[in-house]
């Protein structure tokens, strides 16, 4: 059986004749238990409490709520993720928050609502993205599209070779080829040079025309079943080319721009679009068993689970390059912790 170590902050406020104590609960020691029925391991936590030093007024006991906080956060910061959480416990997590029929279902309903809100709120945006953000954000944006070096080989080949793509290729071959011959009339001008009188030379002309409606028509697209495929690797291979970069930076700043001068209320899906991806939704989740998401959360923690924050940014610089940050975070810290009469 194994341990895993943790930590738990238990904040107890009680009034004293001045003003409130807080007290932050600290780790004592940890012994891990076996769920009956699971093959994840939870853990069990015994906690001491710690009496912070004496404070005489509110500044003292602010003052010390913003250490404590400061405290915090380097300890946090520090710590791996497998320490913070091991693999076992987000599994255990998981598979009880999937059982509680209940809890889903309060939150979908908390989901929907919020979600209904935020939908009407953003359906009576008329202001466009770029308006939003401003002009030399979108600027940036427009100019960091527009240099974007290429794209995936395998992607675009993929994309140009589904079966939508070569359906739209064979449809536009087949009209292209179709409407030529019915534009440049071949029998019409051939016949019409003829010697031949009038009304015969059109009876001739007719009769030629419509045989070759009968004919070329499935000529075309015995020739495009072999064909489209040619046309689709010759496509890759532009749309891939180097040469040809340019152009098609050219037409996704135009996508893009196109989108971000948009009204926001435009670019909000249906109701029924919305509706019917969260009802999908949570219909997985009521499905879905733990051991669907092992593999995933594995492979989550096999990339981040030996990492900390302060590998990903540096938090203490971060906090001292804004005064007002650090100010916030000890406010919080101290509403959180300490109350006054």
Known sequence: MHKFPALLFLLLCW????????????????SSTLKSGSRYETSSYRFRTMMPTSASSESSSSSSSSVSAREVINWIKAEQLESLLPKADTLQIIAELLSDAALIDDSEALVIENSEKIE?????????????IGSDATDRILASVENIDGYDPDAVRAFLGSEAVNKLLAQILYDGIYNFFQTIDVFGNIIGQLPIIGPLRNKIRDDAKRNLDRTVGPLIQTFLRSYTKTA?????????????????????????????DRPLNTLIPPSDM??????????????????????????????????????????????????TLGK????????????NE
């Open 274 to 323: 919305t509706a019917s991806l969260r009802n999908d939704l949570f219909d997985y989740v009521r499905r879905v068993k733990v051991e669907d998401v092992e593999e995933y959360v594995t492979f989550c923690y096999d990339i981040v689970g030996d990492k900390a924050v302060d590998d990903v940014f540096n938090v203490n610089r971060v906090i001292d390059a804004s005064p």
């Open 232 to 260: 689709v690797l010759e496509a890759a291979e532009f749309v891939l080319s180097p040469s040809n970069r340019k152009v098609f930076a050219g037409a996704n700043v135009k996508l893009v721009k196109n989108v971000l």
């Open 120 to 132: 009407r709120k953003l359906q009576s945006e008329t202001r466009s993205i770029s308006s939003i």
């Open 15 to 30: 009034p004293t004749r001045c003003h409130f104590l807080g007290t932050v609960g600290a780790f004592v020691s940890t």
């Open 328 to 339: 916030t975070i000890d406010r919080i810290w101290s509403r959180a912790t300490v109350h």
